[in-house]
């Protein structure tokens, strides 16, 4: 059987604006050309698949239940603009939070590349022909982890990082480069 090949996707700062701990769906603000950069990769034929860490819900800022209504309202609106999400996987955990069912040290909190894995058995994706994206060392790290490509958006409106991008294989300003980019690799 063929395998699939997936963008796996940070969400904060990547799809949506950056937020600390958000915790509403009426926090929700897509970024400029993320919509347009997630419906390119499905038309070339990309799984997407975010995978984000919400240590807020260890922390005691927000529950999953409230997670799973942020969720929803992402997926709704990316669905009327015709760039679905194939899944969201997220981890909960945070070796120093306060609640108690979450104060762990797992597996799937990014970098470590448990919710890559998961994804790829459950898909059947291969992670060699995936790419990670985000906007972070630890979205970089996970890509390399699991065996992806990974693309690190740069923050235009941060100062100058010092070239510093973590290794990345390729950086861009948006997902609408990133998937231009790949997409042009391909041919």
């Known amino acids: 059987m063929k395998k699939n090949k997936a963008v796996f996707l940070d969400r904060d700062g990547t799809i949506v604006a950056h937020i600390p ?24 034929g990309y799984l997407v698949i975010v995978v984000t860490n919400q240590s807020g ?3 005691g800022y ?4 409230s997670l799973m209504q942020i969720h929803d309202k992402l997926k709704k609106i990316l669905t009327q ?7 969201i996987y997220y981890c ?31 898909y059947n994706i291969d992670l060699s022909q995936s790419i990670m994206i985000g906007d972070s060392q630890v979205d970089v790290l996970v890509g390399k982890e699991a065996g992806c490509k990974s693309i ?3 923050d235009a409106n941060q100062v100058s990082n010092g070239g510093l991008h973590f290794g990345a294989d390729y950086v861009v300003k948006d997902l609408l480069e990133a998937a231009l980019l790949v997409i042009e690799k391909k041919k």
């Open 81 to 87: 603009e015709k760039a679905e999400v194939d899944d």
């Open 57 to 59: 819900i260890a922390r």
């Open 21 to 44: 701990y958000l915790n509403s769906p009426r926090q929700l603000k897509l970024l400029p050309h993320a919509v347009e950069g997630i419906r390119l990769f499905k038309e070339h």
């Open 152 to 154: 690190f958006i740069r």
């Open 92 to 122: 909960p955990h945070y070796a120093e939070g306060i609640v108690e069912q979450y104060k762990v040290h797992c597996e799937c909190r990014k970098p470590r590349p448990k919710m890559l894995f998961d994804a790829a058995k459950q």
């Open 62 to 65: 927000f529950d999953e239940e």
